[in-house]
């Protein structure tokens, strides 16, 4: 918590594509003090000059750590409101570029709308957990209604992610030591823009199950 603290204090006022970067860095180094591996398979080809809309599995507090540490594009996350609060996380991922957002209210879901929005002109990507909460397993808790309406909103290509093991790093009696990212093929907006919400959701959802591994 310390180093997370002086983090964020170092990266106030900063560019947030130098911020990522600092936050790729200082993951990669907190998952090897802890004595974890990350291991990255990548699928997904994709074009630096353009945004994309990542969407992946939510297991536990740090998840953002493995996709900062793996993630081949720099990424703003979305995130529920109340963890803007967090004494030092919260401190910490505003600066590195975070929307909260109050998804309880229309005016909070309008402020993400634009602000996923404006990051995607940018050709900058986003990343958010259609779970809306932590599994702690290995198993998927299924996507929130209206959850994949912001990819369609934004007419954005979408990136399925699948992470395992990552709710160990919450604490576990046997903790696997290696962590695994999976980066799917890219879904185009062409391919799913007619599809319903409930469609698009369902099958989003089945390409970030199918690359968890057997717990």
Same mark, same amino acid.
């Given at each position: 918590?310390?180093?997370?603290w002086?983090?964020?204090?170092n ?6 594509e ?5 936050? #790729? ?8 003090v ?7 398979k ?7 000059? &353009?945004?994309?809309? +990542? ?6 507090t740090?998840?953002?750590a ?5 993630c %081949? ?11 803007? &609060?967090?004494?030092?996380?919260? #401190?910490?991922?505003?600066a590195?570029?975070?929307i909260?957002?109050d &998804?309880?209210?229309?005016?909070g879901n ?7 929005m ?10 958010? +957990?259609?779970?809306?909460t &932590?599994? #702690?397993?290995?198993?998927m808790?299924?996507?929130m ?7 369609? +909103? ?5 990136? %399925? ?16 030591k ?11 907006y062409?391919?799913?823009k ?6 698009? #959701? ?8 199918q ?5």
């Amino acid at each position: 918590m310390p180093f997370a603290w002086m983090a964020a204090v170092n990266m106030e006022g900063k560019p947030w594509e130098s911020n990522f970067e600092r936050t #790729r860095v200082w993951a990669r180094r907190a998952l090897h003090v802890l004595g974890y591996r990350l291991e990255v398979k990548n699928e997904a080809h994709l074009e630096q000059d &353009r945004g994309y809309f +990542f969407i992946c599995n939510h297991q536990g507090t740090l998840d953002p750590a493995l996709l900062a540490a793996s993630c %081949p594009k720099q990424i703003h996350f979305v995130s529920k409101k109340k963890n803007e &609060r967090l004494p030092v996380l919260g #401190r910490f991922a505003r600066a590195a570029g975070v929307i909260h957002f109050d &998804r309880d209210t229309k005016e909070g879901n309008i402020f993400m709308l634009r602000q996923t929005m404006k990051y995607l002109k940018k050709k900058q990507s986003i990343l958010l +957990f259609p779970e809306g909460t &932590r599994s #702690r397993s290995q198993k998927m808790n299924p996507f929130m209604e209206n959850s994949m309406a912001v990819a369609k +909103f934004n007419k954005a290509d979408i990136v %399925p992610v699948t992470i395992n093991y990552a709710f160990d790093l919450d604490g576990a009696d046997k903790p696997h030591k290696t962590m695994h990212v999976f980066y799917g093929q890219v879904l185009p907006y062409e391919t799913y823009k007619n599809w319903t919400e409930e469609q698009l #959701r369902l099958h989003a959802q089945d390409l970030v199950s199918q690359n968890l591994m057997e717990d």
